[in-house]
Structures are given as structure tokens and as C-alpha cells.
């Protein structure tokens, strides 16, 4: 069974980190794009950042360059969001997704149509 599974979301302060992990399960991650989103009720799902399957490219979303950062680890089957520097608007329930996309030039952003496989999100809340 194909399968992927966000965790290391919580509740953290402003200005904290966290380590999001997304696990793979009936399929070998590393021939796959990989695709971070987060969804706020009430918006649509958004890319937040990328990497894709040979690791050449990434993408980060303006909002979060600079404070986020996509990894590999192909030993274990996973892929990691290490978000540091939070804010409140970092507040998201967050996806990990696997696709075939092999980049994203200027002015694209990951779409969620672009990606097969979902986990099931990962609950993440910045709050004083």
C-alpha cells in the first residue's frame, strides 16, 4: 500500500522550531518529487516548499525562505520541512505530497493537482 505519513507538528512558541517528517510506505520516495503544503481553514491548500527526486531543485515559497529547508534522508524513506524562526502565520494543518514535477521555473508554485500522493497532515500552531 502506497502511503505517506506527516508527524512533528505541535504547538510551539513564536520564534521556535519544528521538524516535520514525512514517511514513505510501498513506494521508494527518492524517485519522486516531493511537495510541502499547508492549509488554514477557509483557503486553499498552497505550496510551501520542494524538492525534487534527483535533489537538483528546490522551491520555497517567499514566505518561508530563509526560515524553512526540505531534505532527504533516501536511507529512511523520508523527507523532512525543518521550519525554524516560527511565526503565527506559520499556523497550518501541513501536507506532504509525492508528484512528478522536475521543477518549478520563475513565477511557479507547487499546485496541489501536481501531486498523486497525500499524507494526512500534520497539525502545526504557533501561539504565545
Known amino acids: 500500500q502506497v502511503q505517506l505519513v506527516e508527524s512533528g507538528g505541535g504547538l510551539v512558541q513564536p520564534g521556535e522550531s519544528l521538524k516535520l517528517s514525512c514517511a514513505g510506505s510501498?513506494?521508494?520516495?527518492?524517485?519522486?518529487?516531493i511537495g510541502w503544503f499547508r492549509q488554514v481553514p477557509g483557503k486553499e491548500r498552497e505550496g510551501v516548499a520542494f524538492?525534487?527526486?534527483?535533489?537538483?531543485?528546490?522551491y520555497y515559497d517567499k514566505s518561508v525562505k530563509g526560515r524553512f529547508t526540505i531534505s532527504r534522508d533516501n536511507a529512511k524513506n523520508m523527507v523532512y520541512l525543518q521550519m525554524t524562526n516560527l511565526t503565527p502565520e506559520h499556523t497550518a494543518v501541513y501536507y506532504c505530497?509525492?508528484?512528478?514535477?522536475?521543477?518549478?521555473?520563475?513565477?511557479?508554485?507547487?499546485?496541489?493537482?501536481?501531486?498523486?500522493?497525500w499524507g494526512q497532515g500534520t497539525q502545526v500552531t504557533v501561539s504565545s
Open positions: 524538492i525534487s527526486a534527483n535533489d537538483l531543485f528546490t
Open positions: 510501498g513506494f521508494t520516495l527518492d524517485y519522486y518529487a
Open positions: 505530497a509525492a508528484g512528478v514535477v522536475a521543477y518549478y521555473s520563475d513565477g511557479r508554485r507547487p499546485e496541489p493537482d501536481e501531486y498523486d500522493t
